[in-house]
């Protein structure tokens, strides 16, 4: 009998081999479906509007996320004058022309947004003053032939500076952006010249290295580590508080739980308050200005 | 004062008495190798009395009349004898006792295996302990034989997660633990990023948890103390001993160096995977990879001065590293570079001496350092930037302590501890091209602590005794002082001879406390302390327990059940929203964070109840433990201000621990445990956040995900269980002694959730419909491995 053990426990080692993965879903309470609301206005610019609608994990697609197209979306000044958005295409962005409804600095402005039985407000105020750039350079460092990588590798250093406006009452607060446009010309694994349109947004406010304030000088240097760049715009944003809290949160978000066994291995945050102003609903409702400098790569 | 001053008055008068009698004392040996053995139980039924041999198996009587006396020797892991004596002048006897597996080859005996709650009738804390050939016989993850992790079979007492070395005690996080190894505080104690744990099972005698009733001479956690000793060393013989693991092998050596007088233990365990990953990049292209190593070597000298002087020394040693690269060793020397290291010094020293058969002391140093780092190298056509994260530790401490025995029925201890910290929670510097600058610094602190302690042992009668002790500390930090008076209460009332009741009550500081991050990930733990506005964390426990030794079956079963309250005060948390990476990291948002500033102090209850039921002996022995239990604090600013639970909340737990003797070589083991989900905090929804055109104001390319949370640990996650099996063969040889092991862990390849994540249903990336899944990352899991032992064995 014993003997019949040992054997019934040997073969349960050998078969034990297998190896599997994963994988389980997970019930959780029902969540009540809300409207996303992403609103921006700036000076010069037609004011914009994006929406969606999210559902919860318990539903039988998950937490599915649908793009509204017939939400009705209006915009206020101060004075109460209303302007209704309207989607110009369909991927639930909404739109002013900037020629019926201008958007001035310093001006409070009032979102609604109603879909089905939703409804959602927010407010806002534009920035007084923008920052602009003081300086503004550009070098080649190096090129560099990778054999298994695509193309000649080249890096531009990007330096700038810009005098600190911000004040804690005003709640100011900056971003330097790049944003190239026009013709980006680049060349693909075959050889072939390809030309599209690519803007890229980001802003220093994820960059480690790239600030350093000197009395109320805030020096910006960053990298453009781009094949194919000949020319573009650099900007130098100055955020409204609510588009400038939205982005720390969800910059704060994006190593929360990621499936990725990389991302895994960061250390997680924890629970991270949501930031948003938009009443019954969430994402933001923000303002912001511009300064940009045109630039050619030599 | 009065205290002190009643205890001097009754030690001037233990002086000026004299005995007409003899004195009885002696020293307990392991017959095989002539090893002390701790915790050996000799006893005198005629007089009832007992005595509990100590970490160099003395024992002593004192003086006792001259008479005819039988003695009853016992210890775990050796057969009890009976030793007949007439004791007519002052003797000292030498106890050689045979281990089990000698007798197993001849004769099969009921023999007493399972110690785990220890004497019933004493006074003692709750307390819980294994020995290092208990822990053999446990199945363990990938075969590693780990006392950290074979604890967490025992009620109250939980893995922080599945394969983790941590551990949480009745509600209390990992930091609320003190390990002490050789009474020496061990900040990190784990390798391989918390998989198993640095206590390496053939260089200790036993691991001993109080998480409960803690005597006053302990302090400075708030859950546990986790009082770890390394084996005492071998006076007689050389032996060796050491195995051949998949994760690890090691080796422990015993030598005496001078015979009977002094002797030496080294013990070294190391991993060898990183040489078979090595080996295998030699002949690959890429620098790309990931490898580690980890070891631990622990050394030890014991010196038998003489009869009533002993000395010992220690060190223990650990690192681990890991290394994550990327590059290409053909192309070019350019690579980048990830490496991150864990480190723990440890020595000390300790003289004892006993003045006479009622007084002894002991002097100890010792110190520990613990250090964390990661470096960060590019390298770049021959560019080399370098970014390098620090946090260190440095302690030193002495303790004296003198236990005075004014009577069989009133024993003292009193003592003192001062310790010095120098803490270094963390740095960040910048080294471009032999260019250092320094980044970030979250400021050292130095601290001394100290306190004073006196602990009563009292038999009041044949049923009831108690031991009552208090504390006193003072921590000075920034010539800020934080004082503590700590009561200590543990009594216990005999109902009958197999029956007792116990009660205790206990108030515990802790002035240091660590930063762990609030999720998973690698483990990094900033050890920072009380400053100016962190307060040191108080807890407060009161546990009822009844032990009752079953009257069936040659006594061999022991019914344990223990209730117990613990509200804990200022335990500390990140913030929602912030990690160590807010310290640590390099983000301009985190420029001019302060640490005190991103945490938080809060409130914390625990209350539960524990059951267990051991079975100490015969053919088959084990255990069957629960722990029904909740876990809830309050921080100002999380959760809206409102109680949620804590990870660790675990409302119920169940372990099944058995041993069979097959035959006199084989032997079986299992383990079953089951636990509650975890409690985790879940997005209820998610929506995505589109990267912005800002020159045109609309939607441009890409875009992030975003959560909406619900409360603070308000689901959990699936229900753990797994079973553990292993097979045991031991052989007797001419040299000694060879046990082969193979084992399964998560015999039934239960997929129980190690993290979860957001996935695209279908797994369609492109898809907008998400769902929460779970991931499992620890399947059936097979294992080998030997274990031998050569050492001299005397005939019988």
């Not at chain 1, 573009?232 to 588009?243: A, K, P, R, S, V």
């Not at chain 2, 990992?174 to 053939?202: A, D, R």
């Not at chain 2, 620098?287 to 002087?309: A, E, K, P, Q």
């Not at chain 2, 948002?589 to 267990?612: A, K, R």
Request: proline share 4%.
């Amino acid at each position: 009998m014993k003997e019949k053990v040992i054997i019934f426990l040997l073969m349960l080692f050998f078969f034990s081999c297998l190896q599997n993965e994963t994988i389980d879903e997970l019930k959780i309470d029902a969540f009540k479906p809300q409207l996303v609301v992403y609103g921006l206005l700036s000076p010069e610019k037609d004011p914009f509007v994006n929406v969606r609608l999210i559902k919860g994990f318990e539903e039988p697609n998950g937490a599915e996320e649908d793009l509204i197209h017939n939400a009705e979306v209006i915009l206020y000044n101060a004075l109460g004058e209303g302007i209704l958005l309207t989607e110009v295409d369909t991927t639930g962005n909404y739109y002013a022309d900037k020629q019926q409804f201008a958007i001035s600095k310093g001006e409070r402005y009032t979102l609604e947004v109603n879909y089905d039985k939703l409804s959602v407000t927010a407010e806002c105020e534009v920035p007084v003053e923008g920052a602009v750039w003081n300086s503004f350079t550009h070098t080649k460092t190096y090129e560099i032939v990778q054999p298994f990588y695509l193309g000649n590798y080249i890096t531009n250093i990007i330096s700038g500076n810009w005098v600190d406006v911000s004040t804690q009452t005003e709640q100011y607060y900056y971003v330097g952006g790049v944003d190239v446009t026009d013709a980006f010309i680049a060349t693909n694994l075959h050889g072939d010249t390809i030309i599209e349109n690519y803007r890229i947004g980001f802003n220093v406010l994820y960059d480690p290295y790239a600030i350093t304030t000197v009395n109320d000088t805030i020096h910006y240097q960053g990298e453009i580590s781009y094949n194919g760049w000949i020319k573009g715009y650099y900007h130098l944003i100055t955020m409204e508080e609510n588009y400038y809290n939205f982005s720390v949160t969800s910059s704060r978000m994006k190593n929360l739980i990621d499936p990725n066994i990389g991302n895994f291995l960061i250390s997680y945050k924890g629970i991270l308050p949501e930031f948003t102003n938009i009443e019954g609903g969430v994402g933001f409702f923000g303002a912001y200005l511009t300064d940009s400098v045109y630039f050619e790569m030599k | 004062m009065k205290l002190l001053l009643s205890f001097l008055l009754m030690f001037t008068i233990f002086f000026g008495v004299q005995s007409q009698t003899f004195q009885l004392k002696g020293i307990v040996l392991e017959d095989k190798n002539s090893r002390a053995l701790e915790e050996a139980s000799v006893y005198i039924p005629i007089l009832n009395k007992k005595i509990i041999t100590d970490k160099n198996g003395l024992f002593d009587f004192g003086q006792l009349p001259q008479s005819h006396y039988q003695l009853q020797i016992e210890h775990v892991a050796c057969h009890t004898i009976e030793l007949n004596i007439i004791l007519l002048s002052d003797t000292l006897l030498t106890i050689p006792l045979i281990t089990h597996s000698r007798i197993l080859k001849e004769v099969k005996i009921e023999e007493k295996k399972l110690d785990i709650t220890g004497d019933i009738k004493k006074p003692q804390p709750t307390v819980v302990k294994l020995s290092s050939k208990n822990i053999l016989d446990i199945p363990a993850l990938i075969g590693e034989k780990d006392p950290v992790k074979a604890l967490t079979l025992l009620p109250g007492i939980k893995q922080p997660y599945e394969g983790a070395a941590g551990i949480y005690v009745r509600g209390g996080g990992p930091e609320q633990n003190l390990f002490l190894l050789n009474n020496t505080p061990m900040y990190h104690s784990s390798h391989f990023f918390g998989l198993i744990s640095n206590i390496n099972n053939n260089a200790i005698t036993d691991i001993k948890l109080i998480k409960g009733g803690f005597p006053a001479r302990y302090g400075g956690r708030l859950s546990s103390i986790v009082d770890i000793n390394t084996k005492p060393s071998n006076y007689q013989n050389v032996q060796i001993e050491g195995g051949l693991g998949i994760l690890s092998s090691n080796l422990t050596v015993g030598i005496p160096v001078v015979k009977k007088k002094a002797g030496l233990m080294i013990s070294a365990r190391r991993t060898l995977l990183d040489y078979a990953i090595n080996t295998y990049k030699k002949y690959s292209t890429s620098d790309n990879g990931v490898n580690f190593m980890f070891y631990d070597l622990n050394g030890r000298y014991d010196h038998h001065i003489s009869d009533r002087t002993q000395f010992s020394a220690f060190i223990f040693t650990d690192e681990d590293n890991l290394e994550i690269s990327e590059g290409n060793v053909i192309t070019s020397t350019d690579k980048d570079v990830l490496t991150q290291q864990w480190a723990n010094l440890l020595y000390g020293a300790e003289i004892k001496h006993q003045f006479n058969d009622k007084l002894k002391s002991s002097l100890l140093f010792n110190a520990a350092n613990y250090a964390f780092k990661v470096d960060n190298l590019h390298d770049y056509e021959d560019d080399k930037v370098q970014f390098i994260l620090t946090s260190k530790i440095k302690d030193y401490n002495f303790i004296n302590n003198w236990h005075f025995d004014y009577s069989d029925n009133l024993k003292f201890l009193l003592g003192g501890q001062f310790t010095t910290h120098n803490f270094s929670p963390g740095s960040v510097e910048k080294n471009h091209n032999e260019v250092v600058e320094q980044l970030k610094t979250i400021p050292d602190y130095d601290a001394i602590d100290g306190s004073v302690y006196l602990e009563t042992e009292h038999k009041h009668t044949n049923n009831l005794s108690s031991n009552i002790g208090l504390r006193y500390n003072l921590f000075n930090v920034n010539d800020i002082k934080h004082h503590s008076i700590e009561p200590r209460v543990s009594t216990k009332y005999l109902i009958n001879e197999n029956t007792s009741l116990k009660a205790s009550y206990t108030r515990m500081q802790q002035p240091i406390m660590s930063l762990s991050n609030p999720g998973l990930g690698l483990p990094l733990d900033l050890w920072v302390m009380t400053t100016d506005n962190i307060k040191p964390m108080y807890s407060q426990q009161i546990s009822l327990g009844l032990d009752k030794r079953l009257e069936f079956w040659k006594n061999n079963f022991i019914f344990s059940t223990e209730l117990y309250y613990k509200p804990m005060k200022n335990i500390i948390t990140y913030k929602d929203g912030y990690s160590s990476d807010n310290l640590t990291g390099l983000d301009p948002l985190d420029e001019g964070v302060i640490w005190e500033e991103i945490v938080s102090q809060g409130n914390g209850i625990s209350y539960g109840g524990e059951l267990l039921f051991t079975k100490t002996a015969g053919d088959f022995s084990g255990w069957v433990g629960y722990t029904l239990s909740w876990t809830k604090a309050k921080h100002e600013g999380i959760n809206n201000d409102k109680y949620f639970p804590l990870r660790y909340d675990r409302r119920h737990d169940l372990s099944l621990v058995g041993f069979y003797q097959l035959t006199s070589k084989w032997k079986i083991n299992f383990s079953w445990v089951y636990g509650t989900g975890q409690a985790i905090t879940l997005p209820e929804s998610v929506y995505t956040l589109p990267n912005f055109d800002l020159s045109n104001n609309t939607s441009g390319v890409g875009y992030e995900t975003l959560f909406i949370q619900s409360e603070r640990n308000e689901y959990r996650m699936k229900a753990f269980h797994k079973l553990d099996i292993g097979m045991q063969r031991t052989a007797q040889h001419k040299w000694g002694e060879s046990t082969f092991e193979i084992g399964v862990y998560n015999a039934y390849n239960r997929k129980n959730p190690y993290f979860y994540a957001i996935s695209s249903m279908d797994d369609d990336p492109s898809s907008n419909q998400r769902n929460i899944r779970s991931y499992s990352v620890f399947p059936i899991i097979p294992s080998l491995s030997y274990t031998f032992k050569i050492g001299k064995r005397k005939k019988q």
